[in-house]
């Protein structure tokens, strides 16, 4: 009898929700990946301009992104939007798309917190992209969850989906630029916020030349979904938490 099996996810099949503008993050993870370790998309919209409410419909469209994911067989499903994820509910949030999906679920503001824990971290400086209304919502979140922020730079952009779709082309040197600058003695990390921010090849770069780790969106929540899964993994060349945790 002929016995079927997964070709690219023998080890694991991640799904992974990001906003329909986000190009970068399905593209770092799949850097990322270990061989055995599948990803598939799906994708949730955030129309109009930025404000609270449309960040709950883009949560409502990640429902049915997860349902889509369910189709694919995933083991686990990963909310990958940072700000989409603190500025909403995030314990109701997960219970919805895991029921969607029939399997566990995370988000990037819920893996940063578990990967600067586990590196011990308790203040960060924080780089982002953001409006500064969300540079505001994320420092609330952080120092909620015991995580002092010490300095923090924003780029201002995402009011527009004009403004969204240039995120992913932010160019490394200013990603780089605004890590360095935004970086204080009392800082025990950086933390680079936003899954459409294109980041992993500037985190072992950033941490060399500031002698601390650097934390991104994408990396972290990569890190926490293989936790998760129980996968022991090095992965070199995206920093201290993958090579090292």
């Known amino acids: ?4 099996y997964d070709p690219y996810g023998w080890m694991a099949k991640i799904g992974l929700i990001v906003p329909a503008s986000n190009t970068v993050n399905s593209h770092e993870w799949g850097l990322l990946a270990p061989e055995g370790v599948a ?3 799906a994708r949730a919209t955030q129309s109009g301009r930025s404000s609270q409410k449309s960040f709950e419909r883009m949560a ?3 429902e049915e992104a997860a349902e889509q994911l369910a189709t694919a067989g995933v083991d686990i499903v990963a909310y990958g939007c940072t700000s989409g994820s603190f500025m909403c509910p995030r314990d109701e949030m997960m219970r919805r798309l895991a029921g969607r999906a029939g399997c566990p679920a995370t ?5 940063v917190l578990t990967a ?3 590196l011990g971290v308790g203040t960060v400086a924080l780089a982002t992209p953001y409006l500064p209304y969300i540079n505001e919502g994320e420092i609330r979140f952080l120092e909620e969850e015991g995580i002092s922020v010490c300095a923090s730079l924003g780029l201002g952009l995402g009011e527009t989906e004009a403004e969204r779709f240039a995120i ?3 160019p490394p040197e200013a990603v780089y630029r605004m890590a360095r600058a935004v970086d204080r003695p009392e800082a025990e990390a950086i933390f680079i916020s936003c899954t459409s921010l294109a980041t992993l090849r500037l985190i072992e770069p950033i941490e060399a030349q500031l002698g601390k780790p650097v934390i ?3 990396q972290a929540t990569f890190w926490n979904v293989l936790k998760m899964l129980g996968l022991r993994v090095s992965i070199p060349g995206a920093g201290r938490l993958l090579r090292e945790l």
């Open 1 to 4: 009898m002929l016995s079927f």
């Open 39 to 41: 990803i598939h998309t």
């Open 60 to 62: 409502k469209g990640a």
């Open 107 to 111: 988000n990037s503001a819920d893996s």
């Open 116 to 118: 600067l824990k586990a």
């Open 168 to 170: 992913r082309k932010v």
């Open 216 to 218: 991104t969106s994408n």
